[in-house]
């Protein structure tokens, strides 16, 4: 499928025009599309948001009656979701949208400027390109790619067609947080040479069945599919639980963890890929239908400094005071992140020094910067949701190649890394506490993969490298360039 984009069909228009002009004598004006005028902040954008079931709703409301655009389309392979959806949009703008259930037609509307994305995660990054193809401006959910090509694919469209594409991490964009952010950048912690994510949130089973479940009759299935296989639904629910089944979703990583995976990488300042990856975890506590770990650990080396990721599915207490957030540790001191929009700075000795707080408007910040056509004005732009979602990915492939172990070989896998090890001591130490066995039970250890930050790739491993992408259904193609 191509996309004529906007610029192309406005010339054409123009063309046609001028045309008519000729043999009617009326002169017809040439109308530039809103997203194009730069610097116009008076023009009205034309939205549609994809996917609204779950967090699309908020894409609803950010944008409804907001920042001087107008949500003139709502878009879902279920259409069960229509109606709740035109009412939150026209209740916001006093205005009702149009409803489709197939994203191609809104691909094809030209008079669309922006395409908000939040489908389920491997949806991402080809209706991402398909809309910048169309000549529209993209707002896209985290993680933004379900594989670490996906992600760069969409960088380059963004890039190639001049698109301005926000990353759904919203953290970036409140004021909390970027002054903790700057706070741990700014060497008043001293030498930070650790970042740590915790997604310490509680998911419990998905249930188990035992054949294939009857797709409901409002959901086309075959759209939903998508870029992924289309396989029988064998899990209880088809939307959400899809997050724990790898050919749609990513774990907890993808999910909640990004979030705290971007503060972490943020943080530390990296702006690629790290020198090696190890992962290890398993599913723990209950027998479902869920295929991702709900436990899990990441051990990233950046050299000069490393990040380390927490996944607790399972009751847990806090660390430092944070379940879902960040912990950056300095010479001088640490700094606590319990939520997107709040730091806590303690001293060595843990006395608290400071606190920060405040939130912000993560879709104004992209409308101004569609207005503006910079990309640099973007808090979240694209470059940086690939580059946090691929540590996601890169962790998950290490998990993915592991094998079965007992857990006195975990200990082995780390050498002399203190914080690797004691990591995994409390991970232990959580799972006794939800009556898990540890002393003889397994935990799957992932392959140590060493990584070429400049192509993206793993060094000397083409088993891994396959997993940096996936195969495509026809007519679904995530191109491998653009």
């Known amino acids: 499928m191509r996309f004529v984009n906007r610029r192309e069909f406005l010339h054409e228009s123009a063309l046609w025009s001028a045309a008519v002009a000729a043999v009617s004598g009326l002169r017809v004006p040439f109308v530039e599309s809103a997203a194009e005028k730069a610097g116009d902040v008076n023009s009205q954008l034309r939205v549609a948001v994809i996917g609204v079931k779950g967090r699309g709703r908020d894409h609803l409301t950010g944008f409804a009656g907001k920042h001087n655009c107008l949500v003139t389309t709502v878009c879902d392979v279920d259409t069960a979701f229509a109606d709740p959806a035109i009412k939150i949009v026209e209740k916001a703008q006093g205005k009702a949208p149009k409803f489709e259930q197939d994203l191609r037609k809104v691909m094809e509307d030209k008079n669309i400027d922006i395409v908000s994305i939040a489908t389920p995660n491997h949806w991402h990054a080809l209706a991402a390109i398909w809309a910048m193809q169309a000549g529209k401006d993209v707002y896209v959910e985290k993680p ?223 409308v101004t910067s569609v207005r503006s056509r910079k990309h640099a004005d973007l808090n979240a732009d694209i470059v940086e949701g690939h580059l946090s979602s691929a540590l996601c990915h890169l962790g998950n492939v290490s998990y993915q190649l592991g094998t079965q172990a007992p857990f006195t070989a975990g200990s082995k896998a780390f050498g002399d890394n203190k914080e690797a090890f004691e990591t995994y001591q409390r991970m232990q130490e959580h799972l006794k506490d939800n009556q898990t066995p540890v002393e003889n039970g397994q935990v799957r250890v992932g392959r140590k993969l060493n990584i070429n930050p400049t192509t993206e790739t793993f060094v000397n491993d083409a088993q891994a490298d396959k997993l940096l992408t996936r195969e495509y259904r026809k007519g679904f193609e995530v191109p491998a360039k653009l």
């Open 144 to 366: 933004v790619s379900h594989n670490v090509s996906e992600g760069r694919r969409i960088v380059e469209a963004a890039r190639k067609y001049n698109k301005i594409c926000q990353t759904g991490t919203q953290s970036r964009t409140n004021a909390g947080m970027r002054q903790s952010i700057d706070y741990v950048r700014s060497g008043k912690l001293g030498k930070v040479t650790l970042a740590r994510g915790l997604c310490y949130k509680p998911r419990g089973s998905i249930g188990k069945v035992t054949g294939e479940q009857p797709i409901p009759g409002t959901i086309d299935y075959d759209l939903w599919c998508g870029p992924a296989p289309k396989k029988p639904l064998t899990r209880k629910n088809l939307h959400y639980d899809w997050h724990w089944t790898w050919d749609y979703g990513n774990g907890d990583l993808g999910n909640q963890g990004i979030h705290e995976m971007d503060k972490a990488r943020w943080g530390l300042g990296k702006n690629e890929m790290p020198k090696s990856v190890l992962s290890l975890g398993g599913r723990f506590g209950y027998v479902d239908d869920g295929e991702t770990a709900n436990t899990q650990l990441c051990f990233f080396d950046y050299g000069d400094s490393q990040l380390i990721f927490e996944v607790r599915g399972l009751p847990t207490k806090d660390l430092l005071g944070a379940k879902v957030g960040n912990i950056f540790y300095g010479s001088e001191g640490y700094l606590v992140c319990p939520s997107y929009d709040t730091g806590v700075v303690f001293s060595a000795k843990g006395e608290k020094l400071e606190t920060f707080k405040g939130g912000g408007d993560h879709y104004g910040n992209f």
